[in-house]
């Protein structure tokens, strides 16, 4: 590819500026200000609401579909375990150090790099390139906040790290806070009924817990029991427990059927903190299938969260760099990884436009 050099130079430079500013969730201003000054020089008509940057390659069609490159910009706080300076982005031994180059800032540059290759060249769709804020947190702020003023997607790109594998499947998260009643009375006595031993026969059922409905790219769907709290008093039996779930939900089912499946199972009172994130699945013959089979991309299912439990289209998750770096310290992507992630990008846009 002719212009791969200046697309991977370019791409490392803007990695290594937005490692150097930090970008918190809900304090990303900095780095959007970043991205957006990028695409301005590159001659494209740049749009924002609060820290949610989107732009097209070229004039938008209404008449076409759409394609979504998205990303986001924020990162989790660096923990302790730092033995480099988080926000000096080092280069050593062909690794690009800095929190945030992992996830998600090599996937965002490379997309942002593929997207511009594209910039004023004739497709059979829109392409729309998409940084998001407040991913980390699924936050209110983030992508969910702008889907109303994008297109329909008919296949969302979501830039994560999967080692340039494709995630057709992702899992989704319920939390759900129970709480179980007994009758208080005195320990010292045969009174009342203990609302911790309730509980243990719930958790027991929970520890042994099946989902009926496997998925064939993530398995079976899992709970966990996580938090529990009963009881302030020595000699009072406990009148009420309460214990929280935490509930990996796979494309077989959507997060209020693997609530009903649970709630049907326990005694407890049962309440879910939020029905947002939800499991994703591309749809069975789905163009991008056959573009995964051209390119002989790894296809897998996906146990970590992103935007895509946000996003109501179809959609993968693919990108440059390892999950398993993410949240680590002296998080780092590897040089050559940005440049494949860029080089695979480019191919998976081609190969889309060739089968459209």
């Known amino acids: 590819m002719e212009n791969l050099n200046s697309l991977f130079e370019e791409a490392t430079l803007l990695l290594k500026s937005l490692i150097e500013i930090p970008s918190f969730s809900k304090e990303e201003q900095k780095t959007g200000d970043q991205i957006e000054d990028f695409l301005k020089k590159k001659g494209v008509e740049v749009n924002r609401s609060g820290n949610n940057i989107w732009a097209f390659s070229g004039e938008y069609n209404p008449v076409l579909p759409t394609l979504w490159l998205n990303s986001h910009h924020d990162t989790v706080k660096p923990n302790a375990g730092y033995t480099k300076n988080p926000f000096s982005a080092i280069i ?54 702008i889907l109303t003023l994008l297109p329909e997607a008919e296949l969302a790109i979501v830039g994560e790290p999967t080692q340039m594998r494709l995630a057709v499947a992702e899992k989704g998260l319920l939390v759900i806070d ?12 045969e009174e009342g009924v203990n609302a911790i031993y309730l509980a243990l026969e719930d958790l027991e059922e929970i520890r042994n817990f099946q989902f009926m409905k496997s998925s064939p790219f993530l398995g079976r769907t899992k709970v966990s029991a996580t938090i529990i709290r009963a009881g302030h008093q020595h000699n009072v039996v406990p009148d009420l427990c309460e214990y929280t779930l935490d509930v990996r939900v796979t494309d077989a089912y959507t997060l209020q059927e693997a609530f009903e499946e649970l709630k049907s199972n326990l005694k407890a009172e049962l309440t879910p903190r939020s029905m947002r994130l939800q499991s994703s699945h591309l749809p069975d013959g789905h163009l991008m299938y056959r573009v995964a089979d051209k390119l002989e991309l790894e296809k897998f299912g996906s146990p970590t969260l992103s935007d895509q439990a946000l996003i109501p289209w179809p959609s993968v998750k693919i990108g440059p760099g390892d999950s398993a770096r993410s949240h680590s310290a002296d998080e780092f992507i590897y040089l050559e990884e940005l440049r494949k992630g860029i080089e695979g990008y480019i191919a998976i846009i081609k190969k889309y436009a060739e089968l459209s």
Do not use: C, M, Q, Y
């Open 92 to 145: 050593e031994d062909g690794k690009l150090f800095g929190l945030g180059s992992n996830d998600a800032g090599g996937s965002l540059v490379s997309l942002i790099a593929a997207f511009t290759h594209f910039i004023g060249k004739a497709l059979p769709f829109n392409l729309l390139f998409i940084a998001s804020a407040e991913e980390e947190i699924s936050g209110a702020n983030g992508i969910s906040s």
């Open 178 to 189: 129970a709480k179980i009643h007994g009758k208080s009375g005195h320990a010292a006595r």
